[in-house]
């Protein structure tokens, strides 16, 4: 087993923060966030305890798909900054002591891109068999289309072309044709680019859909075993950096997704997205009843030791709920967005954690509590520490995408020279506008949302059971409550949490080995609940609490 000191596996017991740059902070009042802007704004993301930031895409785009459609993998949007400001950005976070990664987004380009454009330009373009054309549409099952509010085939036919090309997303994002020696090449070039200027990883979009060969002529041949590719990329990552990371977005049941990390050493993705336990939280939270999480606890297959779980309640995208049955999912839909304006593609919700909880700051602060003691790595995404809201207004997605409530005011401190009319994403209105839901506000304040995210990821990182140990999830008789346990090196963490709005009593039954003979609170470290010889212990949890204890034995107080 490794000890933290030597074991190198930052990702273990990191917290990551994912942020768009255009609209974290803006600097120059173009009403446009950039990357000198965010530079400014590190303290804030150190204050917190972030120790990762995770760039949403920040290069040169068509903005069809809010920057995932790229129009050139080497530079930087020129709205955000340039290479020279990012190239000041890395300095400035790596000397704070965070790391940055990027998302790669290389299982399609944006139609404009000039390989796409060269490409179906002529038949005999260099570019041609870099995409995955077909005389007629290519095979098809129903659920392919990922964006049925926009598109309703994965094959388009190119006018110029004159064949139909392959798009898992929308039609403006032709997929590349990994296949082709040439193009994994570019993709190794363009990781090698940025791993250059200081990244420690990517955050890898839509991994099974580059993996994919299905569609592609000759696709088998050139690509016969899609995950020997996944290896190649992370052997080619780990040979330019030795402790860069790859954090795959790879959305699927349980059974399917173990393999993405690859061998027992763990030689494919480095990390993975918990799909499938966020989802059972919003299952739980719904019905109050712990039962969905701990059965996605129990189902999620062992990571590979140097490997890890990302745990996360919201991102970028729709809450999805794809993993749950029909029936779960309009119990979710029911109570957290039972109007049809919030739900998008049939299966998610188009909204921030705080407004689906009708702004309960208890089961707000239960879930924050949840993700930083969930076995894994959590994941953030900006304003999520002050509980920022979403704007309907905007279209399907966007509207999670509003930018950063800095302080009160019409702009949110988002620049205070900005005419508001270039603010293309307008805040939500109250009770989560920028005047009620701020960073000035909350900062100061000991009882606001950031002072208690704050302080869980300061217990988080002074845990290291969490992100290393061996958890179990503990039997007992009480539906709405969720006790897992953490074990590493002679160390053990209790977490427990409750899903109903009434107080509940918890008796549990702890193994007589090691014996243990009591457990300190962690966030009233004056707490102190005995444990009898045999093992038996009760907690207690407030209505939507969360406790979490260190278990002790005799008289020593080390590790308090
Ligand atoms: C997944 C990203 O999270 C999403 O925002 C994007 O639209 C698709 N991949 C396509 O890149």
Request: net charge negative; with cysteine.
């Amino acid at each position: 087993m490794r000890s933290t000191q030597t074991g190198d596996l930052w990702w273990k017991t990191a917290v990551f923060y994912c942020l768009d740059v255009q609209t974290f902070c803006d600097s120059n009042g173009d009403g446009v966030g950039d990357f000198a802007g965010l530079a400014d704004r590190l303290d804030h993301l150190v204050e917190l305890g972030v120790t990762v930031i995770w760039l949403m895409p920040f290069y040169p785009t068509a903005d069809v798909d809010d920057g995932y459609d790229i129009t050139d993998y080497y530079t930087v949007d020129p709205r955000l900054g340039t290479l020279g400001d990012f190239v000041e950005f890395m300095r400035s976070a790596n000397s704070r002591g965070l790391r940055v990664i990027a998302d790669l987004v290389v299982n399609h380009t944006s139609a404009k891109h000039p390989w796409f454009q060269s490409a179906r330009s002529a038949a005999e373009s260099p570019y041609r068999d870099w995409y995955v054309w077909r005389d007629e549409p290519g095979p098809e099952k129903p659920g392919d289309v990922v964006f049925p509010d926009r598109e309703t085939s994965i094959w388009t036919k190119d006018r110029k072309a004159g064949q139909y090309y392959l798009h898992r997303f929308y039609r403006s994002q032709p997929d590349l044709n990994v296949a082709n020696p040439a193009v994994r090449d570019e993709i190794a070039r363009v990781m090698g680019f940025w791993m250059r200027l200081g990244l420690s990883g990517f955050r890898v979009d839509a991994v099974p859909f580059l993996l994919e060969t299905t569609g592609i002529e000759g696709g088998a041949e050139g690509l016969p075993q899609p995950h020997q590719y996944l290896r190649d990329l992370r052997a080619f990552l780990g040979r330019r950096s030795g402790d860069a990371i790859l954090l795959g977005e790879v959305n699927l049941p349980f059974e399917q997704a173990r393999a993405f990390f690859g061998d027992e050493d763990g030689d494919e993705l480095t990390m993975l997205f918990d799909f499938p336990t966020m989802q059972a939280m919003y299952l739980g939270l719904a019905r109050s009843d712990a039962g969905p999480i701990r059965s996605a606890l129990l189902a999620r297959p062992h990571n590979p030791a140097d490997s890890q779980w990302a745990v996360f309640a919201r991102n970028h995208d729709e809450l999805t709920l794809d993993k749950l049955s029909g029936a779960e999912r309009q119990e979710v839909f029911a109570a957290f967005g039972p109007d049809e304006g919030v739900q998008v593609y049939g299966r998610g919700l188009r909204r921030r954690l705080p407004p689906m909880l009708g702004g309960d700051q208890r089961r707000i602060r239960l879930v924050y509590s949840l993700m930083m003691s969930l076995p894994g790595t959590p994941t953030l995404f900006y304003g999520e520490e002050i509980g920022m809201g979403e704007n309907l207004d905007l279209p399907s997605r966007m509207a999670v995408r509003t930018p950063m409530q800095w302080r009160s005011g019409k702009l949110g401190g988002f620049s205070t020279a900005a005419d508001p009319d270039l603010l293309c994403r307008p805040f939500p209105g109250p009770p989560y506008s920028p005047d009620e839901i701020n960073v000035v506000a909350q900062r100061h304040d000991p009882d606001s949302l950031f002072s208690f995210v704050r302080e869980r990821i300061r217990c988080y990182r002074e845990c290291p059971e969490l992100g290393w140990g061996a958890v179990s999830v503990l039997e007992h008789d009480v539906p709405s409550a969720l006790v897992h346990r953490s074990d590493w090196l002679g160390r053990s963490l209790l977490l427990c949490h409750n899903l109903a709005d009434t107080e509940v009593t918890v008796r549990l039954s702890l193994p007589a080995e090691p014996p243990r003979t009591r457990c300190v609170d962690l966030f009233d470290r004056a707490v102190q609940l005995p444990i009898s010889p045999d093992g038996a212990l009760e907690v207690t949890l407030p209505a939507y609490g969360g406790r979490w204890f260190r278990l002790l034995t005799g008289e020593s107080s080390d590790l308090l």
